[in-house]
């Protein structure tokens, strides 16, 4: 029984709560309430700790305090979304609490899981009980008075533990969304598996041996008792589009053979094509039955396996987007040139006064963003929250001495928040949750204004935006009174559920009687990358229909999850 943890015993505690989150991940983000496909909190809180192992990996530290200090910092850098800030905050006031020392005993490190709690609890805005902030409380204030009751620190971790699991378990009557889902809360489950494995391995039940790379294990694989159970899954994305053999043609042969050989199936058809959208392990047969009704027009097909390893790894996850770049690299290795040496990460010296920094996916979005004056656009928003490293960087390279961002998703608000410490330029945070708010915020950037009638102008143009999403189910689910089924669309406004359905025809009717109530002058449809241009226009024309006096626009942003994006203002 261990009374105290040195330097290596820290470094070890955390290699193995960073296997053991990495080989729950999926367990933490099945817990995601809302039915829509997302950042996911098990996704966002283990790419936020792999980065601490991945520096802890390349060190050995002479004391606790060292460890601890380069696991907050790195954790700082690699949070990504909500609850990967909120983790990297409770490490960050551990770090605090344990500088200058040289091991940690049970009232060092009660003390300093109570200070990770205090950081936490300062740097969100309203802090909302039944999440991981409640779950990590219940558990420091455990530990602090077992610890102050003499206990030694394998018992005060299990008193923490005990106190911490009674609290998650309570998640589900604390928060009204929970409740009525009959789950529990995903970060506060996260924050569980890392202080269990934490335990676990002060106790030498489990040990990081060989370093688990997360290229070796799956996003939906389970810890159980220091092993890893990898569970099958359907591995490619695979979207195509077929021209049809005649308009009556019947597709529900097809449909019952997409879903004996897949799931997440959606199929959509007018007169002329149909396109399908199927997770399936064989894409081949797939494209192969599908010809029999008609002549292939276009595919795309991607392995979501490795993306979601390259995403856990911090690197960015390949795509189809990424074929001219390979061409590109394949031609310059033929030709025997040097490929472009990578940008300098250093801080761009000031060469204006105001300068801007926007988070969005897709070409299209990326660069309109560019073309209203965003200095860098920063790859990322719904399924892919980019870390505050991300952020950090392409703050630094903006060639401004007061750099405004704008997150663009009320999930990667805190990320970019914990870069205002971290350089020497003014950061100023537009709390933008759409990209659409985005936009509207960048017509009215003004460089030559003053920061005050900046952020207020800005800041108008943000309140004056309603933002409509359509994307699709990612599960069965029974959500606020809609029963909503795999694959069908889902219709969101202002992140308010209004319905799912079978066909977009009928979406886009409901979505215009929501608009009712705003009074639209302006209306743009921003469609995404698995949307044809002649599909995105019937969508307008039926929006027009309802608005004959308000301007309807159709842009091309290329994102990704969100079919459509509409700004209503």
Same mark, same amino acid.
């Given at each position: 029984?261990?009374?105290?943890?040195?330097?290596?015993?820290?470094?070890?505690?955390?290699?193995?709560?960073?296997?053991?989150?990495?080989?729950?991940?999926?367990?933490?983000?099945?817990?995601?309430?809302?039915?829509?496909?997302?950042?996911?909190?098990?996704?966002?809180?283990?790419?936020?700790?792999?980065?601490? @192992?991945?520096?802890?990996?390349?060190?050995?530290?002479?004391?606790?305090?060292?460890?601890?200090?380069?696991?907050?910092?790195?954790?700082?850098?690699?949070?990504?979304?909500?609850?990967?800030?909120?983790?990297?905050?409770?490490?960050?006031?551990?770090?605090?609490?344990?500088?200058?020392?040289?091991?940690?005993?049970?009232?060092?490190? *009660?003390?300093?899981?109570?200070?990770?709690?205090?950081?936490?609890?300062?740097?969100?805005?309203?802090?909302?009980?039944?999440?991981?902030?409640?779950?990590?409380?219940?558990?420091?204030?455990?530990?602090?008075?077992?610890?102050?009751?003499?206990?030694?620190?394998?018992?005060?971790?299990?008193?923490?533990?005990?106190?911490?699991?009674?609290?998650?378990?309570?998640? =589900?009557?604390?928060?009204?969304?929970?409740? /009525?889902?009959?789950?529990?809360?995903?970060?506060?489950?996260?924050?569980?598996?890392?202080?269990?494995?934490?335990?676990?391995?002060?106790?030498?039940?489990?040990?990081?041996?060989?370093?688990?790379?997360?290229?070796?294990?799956? #996003?939906?694989?389970?810890?159980?008792?220091?092993?890893?159970?990898?569970?099958?899954?359907?591995?490619?994305?695979?979207?195509?589009?077929?021209?049809?053999?005649?308009?009556?043609?019947?597709?529900?042969?097809?449909?019952?053979?997409?879903?004996?050989?897949?799931?997440?199936? =959606?199929?959509?058809?007018?007169?002329?094509?149909?396109?399908?959208?199927?997770?399936?392990?064989?894409?081949?047969?797939?494209?192969?039955?599908?010809?029999?009704?008609?002549?292939?027009?276009?595919?795309?097909?991607?392995?979501?396996?490795?993306?979601?390893?390259?995403?856990?790894?911090?690197?960015? @996850?390949?795509?189809?987007?990424?074929?001219?770049?390979?061409?590109?690299?394949?031609?310059?290795?033929?030709?025997?040139?040097?490929?472009?040496?990578?940008?300098?990460?250093?801080?761009?010296?000031?060469?204006?006064?105001?300068?801007?920094?926007?988070?969005?996916?897709?070409?299209?979005?990326?660069?309109?963003?560019?073309?209203?004056?965003?200095?860098?656009?920063?790859?990322?928003?719904?399924?892919?929250?980019?870390?505050?490293?991300?952020?950090?960087?392409?703050?630094?390279?903006?060639?401004?001495?007061?750099?405004?961002?704008?997150?663009?998703?009320?999930?990667?608000?805190? *990320?970019? #928040?914990?870069?205002?410490?971290?350089?020497?330029?003014?950061?100023?945070?537009?709390?933008? /949750?759409?990209?659409?708010?985005?936009?509207?915020?960048?017509?009215?950037?003004?460089?030559?204004?003053?920061?005050?009638?900046?952020?207020?102008?800005?800041?108008?143009?943000?309140?004056?935006?309603?933002?409509?999403?359509?994307?699709?189910?990612?599960?069965?689910?029974?959500?606020?009174?809609?029963?909503?089924?795999?694959?069908?669309?889902? @219709?969101?406004?202002?992140?308010?559920?209004?319905?799912?359905?079978?066909?977009?025809?009928?979406?886009?009717?409901?979505?215009?009687?929501?608009?009712?109530?705003?009074?639209?002058?302006?209306?743009?449809?921003?469609?995404? #990358?698995?949307?044809?241009? #002649?599909?995105?226009?019937?969508?307008?024309?039926?929006?027009?229909?309802?608005?004959?006096? @308000?301007?309807?626009?159709?842009?091309?942003?290329?994102?990704?999850?969100?079919?459509?994006?509409?700004?209503?203002?």
């Amino acid at each position: 029984m261990r009374d105290y943890i040195d330097a290596a015993a820290f470094k070890e505690m955390i290699l193995c709560a960073d296997a053991a989150l990495h080989a729950n991940i999926q367990v933490i983000n099945d817990l995601n309430v809302f039915p829509v496909p997302d950042g996911d909190t098990g996704t966002n809180m283990g790419l936020t700790i792999n980065n601490a @192992a991945a520096e802890l990996r390349k060190r050995s530290f002479d004391n606790v305090a060292a460890a601890s200090d380069c696991v907050a910092g790195a954790m700082l850098r690699g949070a990504r979304g909500n609850s990967g800030v909120i983790l990297s905050l409770l490490f960050r006031g551990i770090a605090k609490r344990l500088k200058g020392t040289e091991t940690a005993g049970a009232e060092e490190f *009660a003390g300093a899981m109570n200070d990770g709690v205090e950081a936490a609890y300062k740097a969100v805005m309203k802090p909302a009980e039944g999440t991981i902030l409640t779950v990590s409380r219940l558990a420091s204030a455990a530990a602090v008075k077992a610890a102050k009751n003499g206990s030694d620190l394998e018992t005060t971790l299990s008193e923490a533990i005990r106190a911490g699991e009674e609290a998650l378990e309570d998640t =589900v009557n604390q928060n009204p969304v929970l409740k /009525k889902a009959g789950v529990i809360d995903a970060g506060g489950k996260g924050y569980m598996v890392i202080l269990s494995a934490i335990l676990a391995s002060l106790r030498g039940e489990i040990s990081s041996g060989k370093a688990v790379s997360v290229r070796e294990l799956r #996003e939906d694989s389970v810890f159980v008792d220091g092993k890893v159970d990898v569970p099958e899954i359907n591995i490619f994305d695979t979207v195509y589009v077929v021209r049809k053999k005649s308009p009556d043609v019947d597709l529900e042969p097809l449909r019952r053979y997409l879903g004996s050989i897949g799931d997440s199936l =959606v199929i959509s058809d007018d007169d002329e094509i149909f396109k399908v959208h199927v997770h399936t392990d064989i894409p081949g047969s797939a494209l192969s039955e599908s010809q029999k009704y008609g002549a292939l027009d276009i595919a795309k097909i991607e392995n979501m396996r490795l993306q979601a390893l390259d995403q856990l790894a911090g690197q960015k @996850a390949s795509s189809t987007d990424d074929l001219e770049a390979v061409d590109q690299e394949l031609s310059a290795m033929e030709s025997g040139s040097a490929p472009a040496e990578e940008e300098d990460e250093g801080v761009a010296e000031p060469e204006k006064e105001f300068g801007a920094v926007a988070v969005c996916a897709g070409k299209g979005m990326e660069e309109l963003f560019l073309e209203l004056g965003a200095d860098r656009v920063v790859t990322g928003g719904q399924t892919m929250n980019p870390s505050t490293d991300d952020i950090l960087k392409a703050v630094n390279r903006t060639p401004a001495s007061t750099v405004f961002v704008f997150p663009n998703n009320k999930n990667i608000i805190m *990320a970019a #928040e914990q870069c205002v410490p971290l350089t020497e330029k003014h950061v100023i945070v537009m709390p933008t /949750k759409t990209v659409p708010q985005g936009i509207s915020a960048m017509l009215n950037f003004s460089p030559d204004e003053s920061e005050e009638s900046l952020v207020g102008a800005m800041g108008e143009a943000i309140g004056s935006v309603h933002t409509a999403m359509v994307t699709y189910a990612a599960r069965d689910s029974d959500f606020d009174g809609h029963k909503i089924h795999a694959g069908e669309y889902l @219709a969101l406004l202002d992140g308010a559920l209004i319905g799912s359905y079978a066909s977009t025809r009928t979406l886009f009717k409901e979505l215009s009687w929501a608009f009712d109530d705003f009074h639209p002058e302006f209306i743009t449809v921003y469609y995404g #990358e698995d949307v044809g241009e #002649e599909e995105a226009e019937g969508a307008a024309e039926t929006i027009r229909g309802n608005f004959p006096e @308000a301007e309807v626009s159709v842009v091309n942003g290329g994102q990704p999850v969100y079919y459509y994006m509409i700004s209503v203002e």
